[in-house]
């Protein structure tokens, strides 16, 4: 692989200053969360009139050293980069997701996840979904185990020749009355997310779908502007000009969302205060008909 990458730089960028001298769980739930918190879930260099590639030199540099986040096979492909290096048994392996409106799972793996085995215990790692679907730390690979996290309990469940992720969450509760309506709101408590082969995966594997997804005009990427990013509380999310923020309540089984729909003169002062992005390229915001929940 090619050089001028660093772990210090990476640590920094996603503000972790432990030992990373021991390739242990604690480590590796530590830094999935850093991840979460400080690398945005999005697609906007598409919209700006830049590339997304899968170079791993090209990542890191606008991952980590732009202060930029990226879709799954950027950021999933920089974390499981990070994982070798610090002496993690990684492979990287492909997802399709569920795709509610058709009740199946789309035909090519357009999600890139990682597997990482600890002490002889294997763990999905997942650090690029965005929104209520985003994990804050790896799931032990066991079948039909509820996994609680912040956003709700999480499941892996074995159906012989593929691994499925779902989800059970919380009601919405939303401030806004004119957003009571919104096709951007999940009403469905348990929801299926994607399913996933332990086959390992190369990068070859997923160069064409990267192209694809960033080219075809039914992909949801090119008819939707995206920008998520985790919070302590919850998440923050920019779809279009609509600009959400979601706190988890889990004592009152709701999640508060908060939405209001943003003009285009100030997309740009959203982004930088609210993902700390600075686009150097105009960005022109998307938000045409496709199936899209936070």
Same mark, same amino acid.
């Given at each position: 692989m090619?050089?001028?990458?660093n !772990?210090?730089?990476?640590?920094?960028?996603?503000?972790?200053?432990?030992?990373y001298?021991?390739?242990?769980?604690?480590?590796?739930?530590?830094?999935?969360?850093?991840?979460?918190?400080s !690398?945005p879930?999005?697609?906007?260099s598409?919209?700006?009139? @830049?590339?997304?590639?899968?170079?791993?030199?090209? =990542?890191?540099?606008k991952l980590?050293?732009?202060?930029?986040?990226?879709w799954? &096979? @950027?950021?999933n492909?920089l974390?499981?980069?990070?994982?070798?290096? &610090?002496?993690?048994?990684?492979?990287?392996?492909?997802?399709?997701?569920f795709?509610?409106?058709?009740?199946?799972?789309?035909? /090519?793996?357009?999600h890139?996840?990682?597997?990482?085995v600890?002490?002889?215990?294997?763990?999905?790692t997942?650090?690029?979904?965005?929104v209520?679907?985003?994990?804050? @730390?790896?799931?032990?690979?066991?079948s039909?185990?509820?996994q609680?996290? /912040? /956003?709700? =309990?999480?499941?892996? =469940?074995?159906?012989?020749?593929?691994? +499925?992720? $779902?989800?059970?969450?919380?009601?919405?509760k939303v401030v806004?009355?004119?957003?009571?309506?919104?096709?951007?709101?999940?009403r469905? @408590?348990?929801?299926?997310i994607?399913?996933?082969?332990? +086959?390992?995966?190369?990068?070859?594997?997923?160069?064409?779908?990267?192209?694809?997804l960033?080219?075809?005009p039914?992909?949801?990427?090119?008819n939707?502007? =995206?920008?998520?990013?985790?919070?302590?509380?919850g998440f923050?999310?920019?779809?279009?000009w609509?600009?959400?923020?979601?706190?988890?309540?889990?004592? $009152?089984?709701?999640?508060?969302?908060?939405?209001?729909?943003?003009p285009?003169? $100030?997309?740009?002062?959203?982004?930088?205060?609210?993902?700390?992005?600075?686009?150097?390229?105009?960005?022109?915001?998307?938000?045409?008909?496709?199936?899209?929940?936070?």
């Amino acid at each position: 692989m090619k050089g001028k990458m660093n !772990l210090e730089e990476y640590f920094k960028r996603i503000g972790f200053h432990g030992s990373y001298d021991k390739p242990d769980l604690g480590t590796l739930k530590l830094i999935h969360k850093q991840h979460v918190m400080s !690398l945005p879930f999005e697609n906007l260099s598409m919209h700006c009139g @830049e590339r997304i590639t899968m170079d791993l030199e090209v =990542i890191f540099n606008k991952l980590v050293r732009s202060n930029r986040g990226g879709w799954c &096979m @950027e950021n999933n492909s920089l974390f499981g980069w990070v994982l070798r290096k &610090m002496g993690y048994d990684t492979v990287t392996l492909g997802s399709k997701v569920f795709h509610s409106t058709t009740n199946v799972f789309g035909p /090519a793996d357009t999600h890139l996840i990682n597997k990482v085995v600890i002490d002889g215990k294997a763990y999905i790692t997942d650090v690029s979904f965005g929104v209520s679907s985003q994990l804050w @730390e790896p799931l032990e690979l066991v079948s039909g185990k509820g996994q609680p996290q /912040a /956003a709700g =309990i999480f499941r892996l =469940i074995d159906k012989g020749d593929i691994w +499925v992720l $779902e989800k059970t969450g919380r009601k919405p509760k939303v401030v806004n009355p004119e957003f009571a309506k919104s096709s951007l709101v999940n009403r469905v @408590e348990t929801n299926q997310i994607y399913c996933f082969s332990l +086959v390992p995966r190369e990068v070859d594997h997923f160069l064409e779908t990267n192209n694809k997804l960033q080219t075809d005009p039914s992909s949801l990427f090119t008819n939707k502007t =995206i920008c998520s990013l985790q919070t302590p509380t919850g998440f923050r999310a920019l779809v279009g000009w609509t600009y959400s923020e979601v706190t988890y309540k889990p004592e $009152e089984d709701v999640d508060v969302l908060d939405m209001r729909d943003i003009p285009d003169e $100030e997309i740009d002062q959203i982004l930088k205060e609210k993902f700390c992005i600075m686009l150097k390229d105009k960005l022109q915001p998307v938000n045409k008909t496709a199936c899209y929940t936070l």
